[in-house]
């Protein structure tokens, strides 16, 4: 339950590392004491960090594990909560028809166990798909539904919300006077009430309805008056909001020199921002290390202890034997401290000769478990008849990516295995190239169809390299499935060759995709690397390109990243000429 409330406090101040430290924690707690109830809460918690990291595919996997458990255990409180969490999650993916299909199954739980779990939410996000819909009426019906059961409950925060989206939806229906007395209603309650953060939210609908019917001096008195109190409060993404409203309506009058004046304004809050960001970022790393040493202290204090020990029984044995042995005893001593600078030097190149290894196993076996995981929890729902004919298609489809992806990882990392275990066996020959890329592109001919690409091998004709064939072809493979895998839909991936040095020849594959930082092109080929999902959310492990590197300097070249001018990636890697 600490853990729990502490990863909360974490996630609400955007903590999120060690937020999701602390939910694993909590996760771990309930499974050890087989509550199933505080298990699913934790899974929960964790999709919702994961939805706020931007991974929304992780967080969909989280939700519906928490939902197959709240399944098991005949839970509706459990399987609302799920439902309730993927419908906000396909709410801010833009997909509202399914946001509404995840909350009429929530409601056909509720029903079936004649409970009331999180109604006024899913009130609430049904009125935001149709208000999105622009189905204003059925909106409106739906806000005056979850004000009622707020004032039912009697919580006064979901009353003030109520009324401020009635008013909303009346502003969108261009009825500005119920409009006004609705929002004026939710400003007085949340006063009274002392929800002073609510109330100057609430306050902003005001002077913009005063926009919108040309009234331009009420409408910027009020949003200055609003600017003085939102900065008093700290409010700074409200006073962000207040700043983008007011250089609207300068420009809406023609004063350009006043937006410019908000303008510069808004930007110095967005730089205050960013170096608050940035202070929590280095106080989370500061946490995290602090415990990282507190773990250290203790390790050292246990081999103190343990040092400590094996000396007190030496000296108690130079004391029982110290006429007999003490000559063979400073043999001894000697013998071992030589041993032990050896061991040490020894373990230290293993430790570093396994960080690699280590953090490839993680992040592996971390995906794999992962996926693992979401097929039996899918396949469960498919048994057990709880998704329609749509879903099981479209979560069939996701089962066939991620079995593809993993036999992909499987193989690599096979493939790496067997290099690494029985050592690799270089067999340079000499060859053409091209028709070794015309095969990569027909084995990706599917996915380069899907996504509407334009392929094309640039003067390869006559091109011959010296190297192992079964390396250069794993390199193009995985190359030219990279440069797919983050191309958008109708882009272009070419493969060409040019002379490097007087022995080696560069072979280049470009996209014009999504592009890479400067730290991201020095880093890719490296073990710490986190891979990135593809445009059209293809996943991966970023094993492929660490075994790239090692391929091509295996065979005496090198491999490199650098950005291209039309905004993609362009990776080259050196061979000897043939």
């Avoid at 819909?133 to 739906?142: E, I, M, Q, S, Y």
């Avoid at 109520?162 to 502003?171: D, E, F, R, S, T």
């Avoid at 343990?306 to 000296?315: C, P």
Wanted: proline share 1%; charged share 25%; hydrophobic share 40%.
């Amino acid at each position: 339950m600490i853990n729990k409330v502490t990863g909360s406090l974490l996630l609400r101040y955007n903590y999120l590392q060690l937020a999701e430290k602390y939910f694993e924690d909590a996760f771990i707690i309930s499974q050890k004491l087989k509550n199933r109830f505080a298990e699913a809460e934790n899974t929960n918690s964790l999709g919702v960090l994961w939805a706020k990291k931007g991974d929304h595919v992780k967080a969909e996997m989280l939700f519906i594990k928490a939902l197959l458990i709240g399944q098991k255990e005949n839970s509706s409180e459990m399987m609302t909560a799920s439902y309730l969490k993927l419908s906000t999650l396909r709410s801010r993916q833009n997909r509202n028809d399914d946001s509404y299909k995840f909350c009429l199954k929530a409601d056909s739980v509720n029903r079936k166990y004649h409970s009331h779990f999180f109604e006024s939410e899913l009130i609430n996000n049904k009125a935001i798909v149709f208000a999105i819909r622009g189905d204003l009426d059925k909106a409106l019906a739906l806000f005056k539904d979850s004000y009622a059961i707020s004032i039912r409950e009697k919580k006064k925060l979901e009353q003030v919300l109520a009324l401020q989206n009635i008013g909303l939806v009346y502003k969108e229906k261009k009825d500005y006077v119920k409009a006004v007395d609705y929002l004026n209603r939710g400003l007085t309650l949340a006063k009274s009430s002392g929800f002073k953060d609510e109330e100057l939210r609430l306050c902003v609908n005001i002077p913009i309805i005063l926009v919108e019917k040309k009234e331009f001096k009420r409408a910027e008195v009020k949003f200055l008056n609003l600017l003085s109190s939102a900065k008093g409060e700290g409010l700074d993404d409200l006073v962000l909001e207040i700043y983008f409203h007011l250089i609207n309506l300068a420009k809406l009058q023609n004063e350009y020199k006043k937006a410019f004046d908000y303008l510069t304004s808004s930007k110095a809050i967005k730089d205050k921002q960013i170096n608050e960001q940035k202070e929590n970022a280095l106080r989370e790393a500061s946490v995290t290390l602090g415990l990282y040493n507190a773990n250290k202290k203790l390790v050292e204090n246990e081999n103190f202890l343990f040092q400590k020990n094996r000396e007190r029984n030496i000296l108690f044995g130079i004391l029982v034997f110290v006429g007999v042995l003490l000559s063979f005893l400073v043999f001894v001593l000697l013998r071992l401290r030589r041993l032990n600078n050896k061991l040490n030097i020894k373990r230290k190149q293993l430790t570093e000769s396994n960080a690699v290894k280590d953090k490839l196993f993680s992040i592996i076996g971390h995906d794999l478990r992962g996926n693992q995981g979401t097929t039996l929890g899918i396949l469960n729902l498919i048994k057990e008849g709880q998704l329609n004919k749509e879903e099981s298609e479209l979560y069939l489809g996701m089962l066939i990516r991620q079995s593809q992806s993993a036999l992909v990882t499987l193989d690599d990392l096979m493939l790496w295995g067997r290099a690494q275990i029985k050592g690799d066996v270089h067999q340079k020959t000499n060859f053409r190239i091209l028709p070794m890329v015309q095969n990569v592109f027909d084995l990706n001919s599917e996915a380069i169809h899907e996504k509407k690409l334009s392929v094309t091998a640039v003067e390869l004709e006559h091109v011959k390299v010296f190297t192992d064939s079964g390396h250069f072809s794993f390199v193009i493979r995985n190359l030219v499935a990279n440069a797919i895998k983050f191309t958008p839909n109708g882009g272009n991936i070419k493969v060409y060759s040019a002379h490097h040095t007087k022995y080696l020849i560069k072979v280049c594959v470009v996209d014009d995709g999504m592009g890479m930082k400067d730290g991201e092109l020095e880093a890719v080929f490296s073990p710490g690397h986190i891979s990135k999902e593809g445009t059209n959310s293809e996943a991966g492990t970023g094993l492929g390109l660490i075994l790239c590197k090692e391929f091509v300097e295996a065979n005496g070249g090198k491999i490199w990243a650098e950005r291209n001018g039309e905004g993609g990636t362009t990776i080259c890697f050196t061979c000897i000429k043939g």
